[in-house]
């Protein structure tokens, strides 16, 4: 075990080859670039596929063919880039086929900026792409969280036979932190790929990857097994962590760059003698509803932090369910907040209150 | 007793959904006889298109993929670049290829992708009802040309196989028919080279096949073949537009 210093966008493609790509597909938008840049010259000295597409869209279609080819394939995107992969992301969903796309969001909406952002967190967990689908999403807030969640993500994938988004923001994917790429991760034995097109010789019937039924009954009831396997990766891939909730005053409830920013307001408001605790979603989608149970009857409100305009706040709402008064603190566009701002906000919480 | 003809191993039992006297029937089973008498029906992995040909994995006997609109070519990138030995190829319309894919059809063959194209241009789109597709000819009534396409309003119908010749990953390219029986063997002909050309690693091959569509043509299936022969051959002239091969470039 030995630690070095590196760049999150580079540890992202550093993990992804821990994580056993076969292939990566993917078209150049920043604050991401440092991704494609690496593999490009790491996938082909593994004797790995690498593939700079057309656009987005073509990236996406590829890693569909590559996926339903049986391998372990991987794409890389930032907020305007991800709305276009949403075609493919929806197809790879109905027609069940594993990836892991990692989005390194900016401010938008439209062409947006190229700073720091979680406007993408409907992106993420509502989509953008057609019909009942979900993505299972990860939102690690240091690289080395990033590093084991990119590694673990493979197996993840592999074993819902589902996407899984990374998503991170453009920090997280600039800065350089400390970190142990060869960390152990747990891993889980996955089911082999017996669906995958490999021609008929390969295997005993015909494989076809597919995600059109026209009879209505025959798509309800592919649904209903999708649907499925949602509720059983709500039951056991839900990750968050719970910051001294048991007395908390105020909880903060903040995810990625934004619950690192909280824990230095947490540590200032610590000295004025408030007890401010923090839930930090790792997992996006599933979002830790469970987690708002530990919030104790005397806490005085949660606040959600977000470099959005407010998006997870509607997880917030849901998971809260009314019992307690629920505040937003945002800031978007590619404004990154002090931590001083969320000490304000918690200090003047009834004027964040949600109407 | 001796069997003169059967249907191909290509192809299996499900009833083919196309319409009276049209001719994706025949590209199909030219497209199952060349992979099995190839031999490379086992190694074969196809990919559907949108359009009327959607139900295509359906119908070819081998591994098959369905791809979003437009993207059959990308998805066969994605396929081919993992599985490098087998044999890979798309089947697609003329709105999917022409218009909503020309991006990820003319990437795929500049970077010489090995993957075979199948093109089946019938000038319309068949499967919503007979709109404008981007190969529609100058004059042609559609839903959405009801008074006939004009080069002002619309441009003119766009030649993928004159386009397609200036790319150097193309290694085989030809424009064939499928309005009678010369040309049907011709045909089969062109896209048994396109395999054999993939098998031996030669890049891109694409197979434009003019086909028919008698319902949204609003002709017969007789006058819808004659019509192929006559307008639509004049304005997509048949013929080899490249064969890295005979050229030995």
């Known amino acids: 075990m030995s630690r070095i210093l590196m760049k999150g966008n580079e540890a992202i493609a550093v993990a992804a080859i821990k994580g056993g790509i076969d292939a990566f597909f993917g078209y150049p938008i920043t604050p991401q670039n440092e991704i494609p840049e690496y593999l490009s010259k790491h996938m082909l000295l593994n004797n790995k596929v690498f593939v700079q597409a057309e656009s987005e869209v073509a990236a996406i279609n590829m890693v569909y063919g590559a996926a339903g080819a049986g391998a372990r394939v991987m794409t ?18 109905g027609a069940q086929l594993p990836c892991v796309i990692v989005s390194v969001m900016r401010g938008g909406p439209g062409l947006g900026g190229i700073q720091p952002s979680q406007a993408d967190y409907y992106q993420a967990t509502r989509g953008g792409g057609n019909g009942d689908y979900q993505l299972i999403v990860y939102a690690p807030e240091t690289i080395q969280e990033t590093i084991d969640i990119m590694k673990e993500s493979f197996d993840t994938a592999d074993f819902y036979r589902n996407p899984v988004l990374v998503l991170v923001d453009g920090l997280i994917g600039q800065m350089m932190e400390s970190v142990d790429i060869d960390k152990p991760i747990k891993k889980r034995s996955v089911p082999k790929k017996d ?27 592919h649904n209903l097994l999708l649907n499925k396997k949602y509720q059983t990766i709500k039951q056991n891939e839900t990750k968050y962590e719970m910051i001294n909730v048991e007395d908390a005053d105020y909880v903060i409830v903040a995810y990625g760059t934004m619950s690192r ?14 007890k401010v605790g923090m839930i930090r979603p790792i997992s996006l989608w599933p979002f830790p509803k469970a987690a708002f149970d530990a919030i104790p009857k005397s806490c005085k409100g949660i606040l959600c932090a977000e470099m959005s305009m407010g998006q997870m706040l509607d997880d917030v709402l849901i998971s809260n369910n009314g019992r307690h008064q629920v505040g937003f603190f945002g800031r978007t566009g590619g404004m990154v907040p002090e931590p001083e701002e969320i000490v304000d906000a918690i200090m003047n919480f009834p004027d964040k209150v949600v109407k | 007793m001796e069997v003169k003809y059967k249907k191909s191993l290509g192809l299996t039992d499900t009833p083919l959904t196309y319409c009276p006297g049209c001719t994706h029937g025949i590209i199909h089973k030219l497209v199952a006889e060349s992979l099995e008498e190839l031999g490379l029906l086992g190694d074969a992995v196809g990919v559907a298109s949108v359009g009327c040909s959607v139900f295509s994995y359906l119908f070819f006997n081998c591994d098959m993929q369905q791809a979003p609109h437009g993207r059959a070519c990308a998805e066969a990138t994605g396929i081919k670049r993992i599985l490098p030995d087998n044999i890979v190829f798309t089947y697609q319309g003329d709105g999917d290829l022409a218009s909503i894919g020309i991006a990820e059809t003319i990437h795929a063959a500049n970077r010489g992708e ?35 396409r004009t ?14 010749s200036q790319i150097e990953g193309v290694a085989y390219l030809e424009r064939v028919a499928a309005y009678d029986p010369k040309r049907v063997l011709r045909a089969k002909a062109a896209i048994k080279k396109a395999f054999t050309y993939q098998k031996e690693k030669r890049g891109f091959t694409l197979i434009e096949v003019l086909s028919t569509c008698p319902v949204n043509w609003g002709k017969n299936p007789v006058d819808a073949l004659k019509w192929v022969k006559t307008d639509m051959a004049e304005v997509f002239p048949l013929g080899i537009f490249k064969d890295k091969g005979e050229n030995n470039e």
Do not use: W
Not at chain 1, 78 to 93: F, V
Not at chain 2, 135 to 145: A, P, R
């Open chain 1, 76 to 93: 890389s995107s930032s907020s305007p880039g991800i709305a276009l992969k949403q075609e493919g992301i929806s197809y790879m969903c």
């Open chain 2, 114 to 148: 090995n993957i075979t194209v199948i093109f089946v241009n019938n000038a319309i789109y068949g499967m919503t009802g007979g709109q404008m597709a981007p190969t529609t000819l100058i004059g042609q009534k559609t839903t959405t040309s009801q008074d006939g």
């Open chain 1, 261 to 274: 920013i909280c824990r230095s307001a947490i540590e200032n408001l610590q000295k004025t003698g408030l």
């Open chain 2, 151 to 164: 080069t002002a309003n619309h441009g003119n119908p766009i030649k993928i196989s004159e386009i397609f």
């Open chain 1, 195 to 221: 669906y995958a097109t490999t021609g008929t010789k390969n295997h005993t019937g015909r494989n076809t990857i597919n995600s059109l039924f026209l009879d209505p009954q025959e798509l309800e009831n």
